[in-house]
RNA sequence: GGAGAGGUGGCAGAGUGGUCUAUUGCGGCAGUCUUGAAAACUGCUGAGUCGCAAGGCUCCGGGGGUUCGAAUCCCUCCCUCUCCGCCA
């Protein structure tokens, strides 16, 4: 949520800030929207005052034993234009929190400006595409001639975009899981958290899911409840912050959750349709981040950092970009993606997307913690990104690590987690 | 699932229709004293929002209702605790 004093003191400020990802700020509603709410606020509020002062003349005549019929009566008079103007009052001010909510970020100073994908800019590309002296095949060529992958299975089971992973390709699944805890628990210092897979309305509001993206969640109909699969762990785990002040010393707060995640790929028909690309259950290891405003750009440069370990420990050749304004999601001011390279499509793919929200979320959530110097409650900036997404990681290891015989080397630093497994198949 | 008890500021814990502008304690902040610290004493100390300000409004788990007036009464939902039952 973007600052309504910001809002109200420069719309068009801010519309030319929004312009530049695409979006066109109404500020002519804003400011319609805007007068009628300021001039119906003092109004009711004016005559809440007169009411709550008659209201307290009753109890003192009464105290003295006086009548206070006339003091009823003219309560009474008011309280209807109160009733109407609170009815009215509170229905604006859904209207305008609505119209908030809907609002996306503004874009960092530092994130170029583009209309898709095609914009957006490369910043640096780590190891070399291996040259095979074979003919290749995809992940899930390679997974179904090993018997190890099961897209037929899980189709029978539930439907599309589903896996079933047997023998070493599921226990490879759970090292890579694994070996990506321990290295941002042991090496980069973060705290590791067990959190709900299912989330409530408030949750989703308060990373931005909900109100503006309720068609790409696994909704939970249960009795009258608005709850949700997590689409990501990003919603338990920074709804933590939600209504908590956080003590200066604890920060910065640097959590990791491994947990699966379901989206409901609406819109996505056609697209990454074979293996297991893009999945509506996936795992991920997410890694999360609160920090004082003034220290969030570093903080988002540690944490790509942190991802992009991952794939150096792993040895695959990935590349770094940043997202231009128009591909960046609707809460980011800033988004670094790391795309690992898949020889099957002959191109990087996104594989960790790694975000600075400032206080776009904490707004919501109203997620603080208190400045020691000026002994106030502020707004906390908050962070996130995969590190890693499972799923696509074991494509990764399959396609990079393949063998001409269709076996799959195993990655020096998963061999561990592996019982000192060289090669599966 | 059944029966009961509860949900009040950072924490503990009063308040059961009207000076509640939410008592008090702990914690926190500032000061006095002190070489320094502790102790003692004094003062300040919930959040949000509107306003240049004075000041106003809202918030006692969520929502709705009764009333001139609700933390307090009623309805409903959620959550926590105790006991029973069931159970990974």
Known sequence: MLDPKRL????????????????????ATFEKLESQRKTLQSETEALQAARNKASKEIGFAKGRGEDATPLFEQVENAKLKLAANESALSALQAEFDDFLARLPNIPHASVPDGKSEADNVELRRIGTPRAFDFPIKDHADLGEALGQMDFAAAAKIT?????????DLARMH?????????????????EELYVPYIVNADSLRGTG????FREDLFG???ADRDWALIPTAEVPVTNLLRDEIQ???ALPRKWVAHTPCFRSEAGSGGRDIKGMIRQHQFEKVELVWAVEPGKSCEAHEALVGHAEAILEKLDLPYRVVVLCTGDMGAGAAKTYDIEVWLPSQNTYREISSCSNFEDFQARRMMARYRDPTTKKNELLHTLNGSGLAVGRTLVAVLENYQRADGRIDVPMALQPYLGGMKVIG
């Open 159 to 167: 439907g599309s975009r589903f896996v079933v992973l047997r023998r």
């Open 209 to 212: 899911q909900l109100p503006k």
């Open 220 to 222: 939970i109909q249960l």
């Open 174 to 190: 759970r090292a890579l899981t694994q070996f990506m805890l321990d290295t941002h628990t042991l090496e980069h210092g973060y």
């Open 8 to 27: 109200r003191a420069n719309p068009q400020e801010v519309a030319g800030q929004l312009a530049r990802r695409g979006y066109v700020l109404e500020v």
């Open 247 to 249: 003590d200066a010393a």
